[in-house]
């Protein structure tokens, strides 16, 4: 595993740091609410996109699981620096935080 996972409490720090959030839950459940700051690209979409992940990205879904995923395939391609929101979503609801719903075009 060349990824590192990471928690909640971690997040903000990477976060203030410069570090990118890329939620790759599919559009509907990003819609639906994310992380603030998180851009979406879906798990589905990141064969032939990874060139768009940077270094020090944290990756994020629901749980844990599909970020893990797209954080395994990636660091595949040679891509360092990358971090996994352990928990996902989910664990940022359970500390009672917010998810910003997205925008309508």
């Known amino acids: 595993m060349t990824y590192q996972d990471i ?3 971690k997040l ?3 976060k203030r740091e410069g570090a990118r959030l890329v939620d790759v839950r ?3 459940e990003y819609m639906a609410g994310h992380i603030p700051g998180a851009t979406n690209l879906p798990l589905s979409e990141l064969i032939g996109r990874g060139d768009e992940i940077e270094p020090t990205t944290i990756l994020i879904c629901a749980s ?3 970020s ?3 954080a395994a395939y990636l660091a595949s391609l040679g ?3 990358l ?3 352990s928990g996902g979503t989910a664990a940022w609801r359970r500390e009672g935080r917010d998810l910003n ?3 309508q075009p």
């Open 7 to 9: 928690f909640i409490t």
């Open 12 to 14: 903000q720090r990477k």
């Open 26 to 28: 599919e559009h509907e």
């Open 64 to 66: 844990g699981n599909r």
């Open 68 to 70: 893990s995923q797209a």
């Open 79 to 81: 891509k360092t620096g």
């Open 83 to 85: 971090m996994n929101l």
């Open 101 to 103: 719903p997205a925008e």
